[in-house]
């Protein structure tokens, strides 16, 4: 195991769990709901899948990523020149939310399947996560998983008090160190974070 110190990301589809919800349950008689069910899921999937795909190949690059979470991902960064890199990655999450909303445009035009997951696309948003600390980089066979008190505050962030489903959440520390010009811009509120406390965080709407 090695400590280091960087940027931790996460992007979260939102809208996934009510999106999920939504095609698993038909109303339909047992057989009919069995059939519905396999096409819906496996359409949901592919749906959560390509748009998850899309914003990957966006942030690649910028970011490594370390582990799918189910509608999630997470990322980490260990640049040697933050006052190049941050912006960068600011500008970067600001593509990413652009370039998800317009993939999910695409998918709704070649999309002529009639399923609640076909449908229910345009319901789906992108909520970015970021964090800089001290985390610490395990290694499993030829596996690598960061972890440490970090890590977790990341996470936990993301049940927040937040309405809006679409958005960039900075912790103060993030944004301390990233010193962006578009910090001006920002909402700074406190959310309450699970053994954590008060915390201070930025957050930008697009």
Not at 23 to 34: F, G, R
Not at 135 to 145: A, P
Not at 155 to 167: G, P, Q
Request: overall charge neutral; aromatic content about 8%; proline content about 4%.
């Amino acid at each position: 195991m090695s400590l280091k110190a960087g940027f931790m990301v996460i992007v979260d589809i939102s809208g996934y769990t009510t999106f999920v919800k939504a095609h698993s349950n038909p109303k339909k008689s047992a057989v009919l709901s069995t059939l519905i069910a396999k096409v819906n899921d496996g359409h949901g999937e592919h749906i959560i899948s390509d748009l998850l795909e899309t914003v990957i190949n966006e942030l690649e690059g910028t970011l490594t990523v370390n582990k799918l979470e189910g509608d999630a991902a997470l990322f980490y960064a260990i640049p040697n020149k933050i006052g190049e890199f941050a912006p960068n990655l600011f500008k970067k999450l600001v593509n990413s939310i652009e370039i998800f909303n317009k993939r999910i445009n695409e998918l709704q035009l070649i999309q002529s399947c009639p399923c609640i997951p076909c449908n229910e696309i345009v319901n789906l948003r992108l909520k970015c996560f970021v964090h800089y600390g001290n985390f610490l980089i395990k290694k499993v066979n030829r596996f690598e998983e960061i972890a440490g008190e970090p890590v977790i505050i990341l996470h936990r962030l993301m049940k927040n008090s937040i309405t809006d489903n679409e958005y960039i959440l900075l912790t103060q520390k993030a944004a301390e160190i990233s010193n962006l010009d578009e910090q001006k811009e920002m909402e700074k509120r406190v959310e309450k974070i699970a053994d954590f406390g008060k915390m201070p965080v930025f957050v930008h709407y697009p």
